[in-house]
């Protein structure tokens, strides 16, 4: 109920935002964590510092700012990116997963599933501009796109790490995995939790391109303009058909995947695994 509430005074903040901007000339909108500018080539931009990481307020924004682009006829693509030097995303926020109460994890996953469904199956043409590292839900972003462009920074990985956190990528991600990579590949790279390199990743095909890491916006601009030049309608049905069984898998048992996200990550084994992984990433900062 209470997420529902500040849902609706997020919308009705952006929007009154959103007004607000346009009138100084620069056709944008923005909440705290996200920004989207919708001048040429819409633009959304990830602003969640220091690693971009989904918190439930980041995913609330993220959802809210994709239905509001959704709902703007005008708006046939969007370029996602990050404000965050040198990352893309971290991924789902570890501290949404840890230590908190099995209500908090299911309104948690309830919000993780949603953002997903909504850009895995968004109408309009999602590119990806690769701007830093992109781990697990990072990674998950990223593949919900029709093209991703990636910095070509061997500083910057992407890939589902899961099983490196001691927990499992849930079959959602490892279907779009697969769609992405095929099976073989696919089963390697989650097993070991892979994390590839710029070059690496479009060798195996968890991107399209890689390019100078200045030129990755300018990149992925161009590709949007071709993929404009197609007709939405044939465009949108085809994405339509090559993703709705996928889409569908997740829909047709969202309870009951919200239900085995809960029972999983409250285990104390689970839990000790997460707080393990905090705590090594602490200590790499020495
Ligand atoms: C059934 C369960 C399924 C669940 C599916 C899960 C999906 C996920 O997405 S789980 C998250 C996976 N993400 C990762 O493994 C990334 C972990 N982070 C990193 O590897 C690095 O932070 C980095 C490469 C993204 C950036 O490195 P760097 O620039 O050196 O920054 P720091 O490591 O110093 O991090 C700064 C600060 O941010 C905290 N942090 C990092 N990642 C996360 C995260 N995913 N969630 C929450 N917080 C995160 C990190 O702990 C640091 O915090 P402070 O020490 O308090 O400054």
């Not at 609330?60 to 005008?74: H, Q, R, V, W």
């Not at 040198?86 to 949404?96: N, P, Q, V």
């Not at 001691?166 to 939790?193: C, S």
């Not at 992925?220 to 197609?230: C, D, G, P």
Request: aromatic letters at 6%.
């Amino acid at each position: 109920m209470a997420l529902a509430a500040a849902r609706r005074l997020l919308l009705h903040a952006g929007s009154r935002l959103g007004r607000r901007e346009a009138v100084d000339g620069a056709r944008r909108f923005a909440n705290k964590r996200v920004l989207v500018e919708t001048e040429g080539p819409a633009v959304m931009k990830l602003r969640n510092p220091p690693v971009n990481s989904l918190s439930l307020e980041c995913l609330t924004e993220f959802t809210i700012s994709l239905e509001k682009l959704e709902n703007d006829k005008s708006i046939r693509g969007v370029i996602l990116t990050s404000e965050c030097p040198g990352i893309f995303s971290a991924g789902l926020d570890l501290l949404e997963m840890y230590g908190r109460n099995p209500a908090h994890y299911a309104e948690y996953w309830k919000n993780v599933q949603e953002l997903w469904l909504r850009l895995y199956t968004s109408n309009m043409i999602l590119v990806s501009a690769i701007n830093g590292a992109s781990p697990a839900g990072g990674c998950l972003l990223a593949l919900c796109c029709d093209y991703r462009v990636m910095a070509d920074n061997p500083k910057y990985t992407i890939g589902l790490n899961e099983s490196l956190l001691g927990i499992v990528a849930p079959f959602w991600f490892k279907d779009m995995y697969v769609n992405t990579i095929g099976h073989r590949e696919a089963e390697r790279a989650l097993q070991l939790g892979t994390l590839f390199s710029p070059a690496e990743a479009l060798k195996v095909g968890v991107v399209d391109e890689v390019v100078p890491e200045d030129q990755v916006h300018s990149k992925a601009r161009s590709v949007m303009t071709k993929w404009l030049a197609i007709p939405d309608h044939s465009r949108q049905l085809t994405k339509n058909m090559m993703r709705k069984a996928t889409a569908d898998n997740l829909i047709k048992q969202r309870e009951a995947d919200i239900q085995n996200f809960t029972s999983f990550i409250s285990k104390d084994s689970i839990q000790k695994s997460l707080h393990m992984y905090l705590e090594k990433l602490k200590q790499k900062k020495g």
